[in-house]
Every structure is written in structure tokens, then in C-alpha cells.
């Protein structure tokens, strides 16, 4: 075994994951000894796998998909963010006790922070469309901004109106097409569903009610700019991909494992663009 700390990411499968290329390249920049790679991990060997994770000589790691509402349910102690989400992306050790985080919601305010400052604009409200595991996070993240509302709307009402009150009492709940009822309001737009993604079809929303201040954003990276992107772009809004909410999303986690606060650099950026 390694002397050096190592960290994970646990998915399955998760060969698609860029969180090797981007916490191996923090761990180069800042000159320290250390490892981070990969490991697919079955549901059926999930708990096992975590419960010797300190063992097998790991400080902690990332959860991805399927793995995050399992990840919640093993760990010692949750952070605020993973206790309200029920879901956990980080994971380490705080005096032999397993810890898990997350951070997929300070990823996102933190994106949109750096690629479009004042994105909160008048702070009347912010449209989230799609009720997934990955707009669970986002509709948490902006209840914490100060907005009146906070509206969520998916194909299956049910599902917004699940999650709409991850926000507080800012939270609203839509389907699909009650979407044009709230963007005249909107001072954000995200797209949180899968569409959009390479080889998927795209989201077909209109979003010509927006007004001039607002800024739209994707958590898909996989195209960078997405149709629902391109339009808004179109349009003459500002536009915000899902990369940097990947690269933000990582810091507090290297943070964790390897005593450095990383920059998200455009070097960085760069480098995961050219594997995409
Ligand atoms: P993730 O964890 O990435 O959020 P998910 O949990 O599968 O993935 O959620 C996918 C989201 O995309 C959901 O909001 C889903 O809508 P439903 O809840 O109605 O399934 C949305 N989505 C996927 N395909 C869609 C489609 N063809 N039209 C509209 N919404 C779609």
C-alpha cells in the first residue's frame, strides 16, 4: 500500500468520470504527494466497498451515480447540505469517523458566481426545469439566495412538486408548461433535466418571455453549449455552461483529503474541455 493519501471516485459505472483528470491535476499543480483514481462499484458492493474504505488506504472520495443516496445512508455523520439533500458526494475522515458532504450545491452558486457575477439579478425568481437527483441539489443551493421565488417544473408535476420545498418557503412547483408563467419573472434559468445531452433529444422549451437580465445555465457538460443554451445565447442572454459547476463542486473535497484549497483555473477548464 501507498504512503501517499488516495481518494476515490465510486460510481458504476464511472469510467465517464473527469474527476481523476481534474484532482490529479490539482495534485500536480500544488506539488503534493497523493493520488486520486477511479473505482466502479456495484450496488451489490457498495457497502462493503465503503465501509473498508479507510482500510484499503483511502483518505475518502467522490459518489457519483447510482451511489449518493447509499453514500448518505453509511456514513457517520452527514454535513447540512447532505443531511437536507439526503444525498452525500464527498466523503472523509474526521478523527476515524466517516463524514459525508455535499457539495454539488455550492458547485453550482459557485459557477454561476465566477462565469456571471450578478446573476441574481433582481432576485424575484429563479426557474429550475427538472425534479432529477441533479436539480435536487440546485433548488436547495438557491433557497439559501434570497430569492422570492424559486419555481421548479418538470414533465412529471409530481416530482416538483417534491422537491419545490428543498428551497423553504421560496419554493413553487410547476409542470412543464407552466414554465412561460414564470419567466417573465426570472432572473435565472437552469436546465437541470438530461436533455441537451449528447445523444439525447434536446429540451424544447420557449424561453423568448425571459427578460434581458437573465442569465441561463445548464448542468450538462457533455455538449458545453446545449440547445437550450445556444437559444438563450441567441436570444442575447448570458449564458453559463455545467463545467465549472464540476470543477467547483471538487474543491472543498480536495480540500478535505489533501490540506489545499484548489483554484479553478482556466488551465484547468481547458485541460477537461480537451477530453471531452
Ligand atoms: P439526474 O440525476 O441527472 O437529475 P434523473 O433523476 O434521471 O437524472 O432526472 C432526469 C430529469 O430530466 C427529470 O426531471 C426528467 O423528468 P421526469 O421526472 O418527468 O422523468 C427529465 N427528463 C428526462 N427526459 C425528459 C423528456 N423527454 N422530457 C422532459 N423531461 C425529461
Not at 501517499?4 to 500544488?30: D, E, K
Not at 475522515?93 to 439579478?121: H, I, K, M, S, Y
Request: some cysteine.
Amino acid at each position: 500500500m501507498s504512503g501517499f493519501p488516495r481518494a476515490c471516485v465510486l460510481g458504476w459505472p464511472v469510467s465517464q468520470s473527469r474527476s481523476p483528470l481534474i484532482h490529479n491535476h490539482w495534485l500536480a499543480t500544488y506539488g503534493l504527494a497523493g493520488g486520486y483514481e477511479r473505482a466502479e462499484i456495484a450496488p451489490a458492493e457498495f457497502e462493503s466497498f465503503v465501509r473498508g474504505l479507510g482500510g484499503a488506504g483511502f483518505v475518502g472520495g467522490n459518489v457519483t451515480v447510482p451511489h449518493k443516496e447509499a453514500a448518505f445512508r453509511l456514513v457517520d455523520e452527514a454535513d447540512a447540505s447532505a443531511a437536507d439533500l439526503g444525498a452525500v458526494n464527498t466523503l472523509w475522515f474526521e478523527d476515524g469517523r466517516l463524514v459525508g458532504g455535499n457539495t454539488d450545491g455550492v458547485g453550482f452558486v459557485a459557477n454561476l458566481d465566477e462565469a456571471a457575477p450578478g446573476w441574481e439579478g433582481e432576485r424575484k425568481l429563479a426557474a429550475v426545469i427538472g425534479a432529477g437527483g441533479a436539480a435536487r441539489a440546485v433548488v436547495h443551493a438557491l433557497g439559501t439566495r434570497g430569492f422570492e421565488r424559486v419555481a421548479v417544473v418538470n414533465r412529471t408535476r409530481e416530482k416538483a412538486e417534491a422537491i419545490a420545498p428543498l428551497a423553504g418557503r421560496a419554493g413553487v412547483a410547476g409542470g412543464l408548461d407552466d414554465l412561460w408563467r414564470f419567466l417573465p419573472d426570472a432572473d435565472l434559468v437552469v436546465n437541470a433535466t438530461s436533455l441537451g445531452m449528447a445523444g439525447k433529444g434536446a429540451l424544447e422549451v420557449h424561453l423568448g418571455e425571459l427578460p434581458e437580465r437573465a442569465v441561463a445555465t445548464d448542468l450538462i457538460y457533455v455538449p458545453l453549449e446545449t440547445p437550450f443554451l445556444a437559444d438563450a445565447r441567441a436570444r442575447g442572454l448570458r449564458t453559463v455552461d455545467g463545467l465549472g459547476m464540476l470543477l467547483h463542486q471538487a474543491a472543498p473535497g480536495f480540500e478535505r483529503w489533501f490540506g489545499v484549497r484548489p483554484d479553478v483555473t482556466p488551465e484547468l477548464r481547458a485541460l477537461v474541455v480537451a477530453d471531452i
